[in-house]
């Protein structure tokens, strides 16, 4: 390697070098204003500190799927949702594995054991969509583990049983 060469490396690295150290120096120039993390548990209203799933929808709104509830978290409040016994429209089960936002701002919630739900924010109501044996076009399984959307705005669910996907337009399910 010629000397010059050698020197333009040498040069570079330097320059990185020094680069580093400037920021390092000057971590404002990276953060925009102060930035705060809390620890959110049973102690600050959370339903339950086993969590499974945890999505932020396009309202801002946290939305924690835990083995004792569906909680939403705007950033200072809990709002908890748990099924109840005689209420058609609660959540199906307070076990949530799964949580999916839709395209059209839908919240969907895969339990365990329950089934899959629909969450109308605007409502506060939940669908239930349930395996029923003997429907062939129900949801192949009331144990979901994962939720999806393709570019045609239909539901890829996966369950224990195997992948369901529901035509939001018919509500019709096709297993595989």
Same mark, same amino acid.
């Given at each position: 390697? +010629?000397?010059?060469?050698?020197?333009?490396? =040498?040069?570079?690295?330097? #320059?990185?070098?020094?680069?580093?150290? *400037? @920021?390092?120096?000057?971590?404002? !120039? @990276? *953060?925009?204003?102060?930035?705060?993390?809390?620890?959110?548990?049973?102690?600050?209203?959370?339903?339950?500190?086993? %969590? &499974?799933?945890?999505?932020?929808?396009? $309202?801002?709104?946290?939305?924690?799927?835990?083995?004792?509830?569906?909680?939403?978290?705007?950033?200072?409040? @809990?709002?908890? &949702? =748990? &099924?109840?016994?005689? $209420?058609s429209? /609660?959540?199906? +089960?307070s076990?949530?594995?799964?949580?999916?936002?839709?395209?059209?701002?839908?919240?969907? !919630?895969?339990?365990?054991?329950?089934?899959?739900?629909? #969450?109308?924010k605007?409502?506060? +109501? #939940?669908?239930?969509?349930?395996?029923?044996?003997?429907?062939?076009?129900?949801? *192949? /399984?009331?144990?979901? &583990? /994962?939720?999806?959307?393709? +570019? $045609? /705005?239909?539901?890829?669910?996966?369950?224990?049983?195997?992948?369901? %996907?529901? $035509?939001?337009? =018919?509500?019709?399910?096709?297993?595989?």
């Amino acid at each position: 390697m +010629k000397i010059s060469q050698l020197i333009r490396v =040498r040069i570079k690295h330097y #320059f990185i070098i020094l680069v580093l150290l *400037c @920021f390092s120096l000057q971590p404002e !120039i @990276f *953060c925009q204003g102060n930035i705060s993390i809390s620890r959110l548990q049973t102690d600050n209203g959370l339903s339950h500190n086993s %969590v &499974y799933s945890i999505i932020q929808d396009r $309202d801002g709104l946290i939305w924690i799927g835990t083995k004792d509830g569906l909680n939403s978290y705007n950033g200072f409040n @809990f709002t908890i &949702y =748990r &099924y109840e016994f005689f $209420d058609s429209t /609660s959540i199906s +089960k307070s076990w949530v594995n799964a949580l999916f936002e839709d395209s059209q701002g839908f919240i969907w !919630i895969g339990t365990e054991g329950g089934g899959l739900n629909r #969450f109308d924010k605007n409502s506060g +109501k #939940f669908i239930r969509y349930r395996n029923h044996p003997e429907n062939a076009n129900s949801i *192949c /399984s009331n144990i979901v &583990y /994962s939720i999806s959307e393709d +570019k $045609d /705005s239909n539901l890829w669910i996966g369950t224990r049983n195997g992948i369901s %996907v529901l $035509d939001k337009s =018919r509500v019709n399910f096709t297993t595989y």
